[in-house]
């Protein structure tokens, strides 16, 4: 966080960021001691609280194009993709940097519309904006969103156990939907888009959880359940088996005619930002009903962790089927996931 | 920090992270409790202590150059320039995360040149690699460095008050002689080119003098002299008075025939991370040969601290003189600085 790039420089530049940092809203908070315009920020975190860091860089034409969302969703998006590994980790939010680089061509209120995406998403949570960096780029839209979080007892993706449960929450498979549908050059339907350019980070749901029931391992659904749930079983050295059929259908795939289909991309389709949570036997049982009635959105029990490793897909009668494939790497310029 | 970005991902983008973070050298340390490989980074902090962030972005051809420095010196300066913004906020350095976008066509080594880069330069300063972001970039190499500090007493640069004095730490200008060169088309002499490619934060340096000093604001010499001089007088809403002849100057500029531009070039020119010091009437005096001893850099006083506002150039006479140029704007691609 250099003078020149956010702090109070004079000039134009000065204005740029005043004008950016306004467009992103909260700038304090009661733990800010020191918000932007200084060398770095300063936050105090709360008594016996870890810090939990985590970026997410999003990048035009590998990450987002502008063609298919307005700069205000793309920084909605990279804010919520950031805050959802803070969700991952049971943390709670204090803050964010925003570090942004644009072509020098493109008007200013495109800085301020990727601020206002970037700060709404924060907003939501209560997190300030703390700083940031501000540059030109010499082609490519580029955004990191840096974001600090604090939690007595961070949920890591290595404490499942054979025994435990697997849950997740909300409904899956909306992003890829409309991921899909960009890729063939078709527009998304309008549930399927607002998935993929507004997804809401888990951050009140895992705090409601943890409280209530026994969560051991967490992780974000950002590459999809297929690969994350690989993920957890690698770090945690277990079994995953999944119900494929279990699975919960984002409103738009549970109109498809091809049920399964619909159950792989939901299962393989990445940046939902929904949460699987693995959890001690029984302790979530009784809670969806309150859980629905508080977050609106589901809570669903998909499988179970037994010893071994990697993760078994399993069809209604509990037979093996192959895992969905491929997971969501991002989408290739001219290609398209999944 | 995704699964499938930073997380113990499979197959080749596994192997690759795994590269990168033995490439990047220490990913441990006491206070790290969850370190890469998960959503997020989680590290404990002292007891009262506040959390210092900073991030530092670096894109190629707005930034740096390929042809003007090896990738482990572009990784070294993004992290160097990070870390200096912890030394302005007298807090040490806990660890950082390293997001990194480099074009497909660009062999793996440059990845492991650039976090070996950044890695030695925060293993300098104990500062363990803690996670980050990896992804393609359509274009230009992109880096950004996210460094987490902790202090018990941040420095700003609002505490200036009239009569205070102002210092600085070791030498100025040679970053700025060797972008004037490479600006030109010409390769810099030795020593300006290890300035502008090896700067070293003043993190023990500090912290050395905040133990002996009454140091009341503290920026660091990113953006050149003239300019961040500006950022504290406007921060802390005083006059800085400086005698450009008192400046202390790289050895490259002090063997110019013309001193008068050299004086100019060291006043104007940024990316040195030395560190502008404002310090109590007296409470510095006496600490140079033992600071000298200690580190091998020199600390010179250079002006005061009156009411008013702005920065006030003078000469050896106390005449004020025009402020020195520009500062540092970065380069333009086809350009130079200054």
């Given amino acids: 966080m250099h003078g020149r790039r956010v702090g109070?420089?004079?000039?134009?530049?000065?204005?740029?960021?005043?004008?950016?940092?306004?467009?992103?809203?909260?700038?304090?908070?009661?733990?800010?001691?020191?918000?932007?315009?200084?060398?770095?920020?300063?936050?105090?975190?709360?008594?016996?609280?870890?810090?939990?860091?985590?970026?997410?860089?999003?990048?035009?034409?590998?990450?987002?194009?502008?063609?298919?969302?307005?700069?205000?969703?793309?920084?909605?998006?990279?804010?919520?993709?950031?805050?959802?590994?803070?969700?991952?980790?049971?943390?709670?939010?204090?803050?964010?940097?925003?570090?942004?680089?644009?072509?020098?061509?493109?008007?200013?209120?495109?800085?301020?519309?990727?601020?206002?995406?970037?700060?709404?998403?924060?907003?939501?949570?209560?997190?300030?904006?703390?700083?940031?960096?501000?540059?030109?780029?010499?082609?490519?839209?580029i955004l990191d969103v840096i974001v600090a979080g604090a939690t007595r007892r961070p949920l890591t993706r290595s404490g499942a156990r054979a025994g435990d449960e697997i849950w997740v929450?909300?409904?899956?498979?909306?992003?890829?939907?409309?991921?899909?549908?960009?890729?063939?050059?078709?527009?998304?339907?309008?549930?399927?888009?607002?998935?993929?350019?507004?997804?809401?980070?888990?951050?009140?749901?895992?705090?409601?959880?943890?409280?209530?029931?026994?969560?051991?391992?967490?992780?974000?659904?950002s590459d999809g359940l297929s690969g994350d749930a690989g993920h957890v079983a690698r770090a945690s050295g277990v079994r995953l088996g999944i119900d494929l059929d279990a699975v919960p259908l984002h409103p738009v795939l549970d109109a498809w005619r091809d049920r399964a289909a619909a159950l792989r991309l939901a299962a393989s389709g990445g940046e939902d930002y929904e949460l699987l949570l693995v959890a001690e036997p029984g302790s979530v049982d009784g809670l969806g009903r309150a859980f629905a009635d508080e977050f609106d959105i589901s809570l669903t029990r998909i499988g179970d962790v037994t010893e071994g490793e990697g993760v078994e897909w399993r069809d209604a009668e509990g037979r093996p089927v192959p895992a969905p494939a491929g997971g969501w790497d991002h989408f290739s310029p001219g290609g398209g996931a999944p």
């Fill in 8 to 141: 109070l420089g004079p000039g134009a530049e000065f204005r740029r960021i005043e004008s950016l940092l306004a467009a992103a809203g909260g700038t304090a908070g009661p733990e800010v001691l020191v918000g932007p315009g200084d060398d770095a920020a300063v936050v105090a975190l709360g008594e016996a609280e870890r810090l939990v860091l985590s970026c997410d860089l999003s990048i035009e034409d590998v990450h987002f194009r502008r063609e298919w969302l307005s700069w205000e969703s793309i920084g909605w998006r990279a804010a919520a993709s950031a805050l959802s590994d803070l969700a991952a980790m049971g943390a709670r939010p204090i803050g964010a940097l925003l570090a942004l680089a644009l072509a020098p061509e493109l008007d200013a209120s495109v800085a301020d519309a990727i601020a206002r995406g970037v700060g709404g998403c924060l907003a939501r949570f209560d997190a300030p904006v703390l700083g940031g960096d501000l540059s030109r780029s010499p082609g490519p839209a």
């Fill in 169 to 221: 929450t909300g409904e899956l498979g909306g992003a890829a939907a409309a991921a899909a549908a960009f890729g063939a050059g078709l527009e998304p339907e309008p549930g399927a888009r607002h998935a993929f350019e507004r997804p809401v980070p888990r951050l009140p749901e895992i705090a409601w959880l943890i409280e209530r029931a026994g969560i051991t391992a967490a992780i974000d659904l």
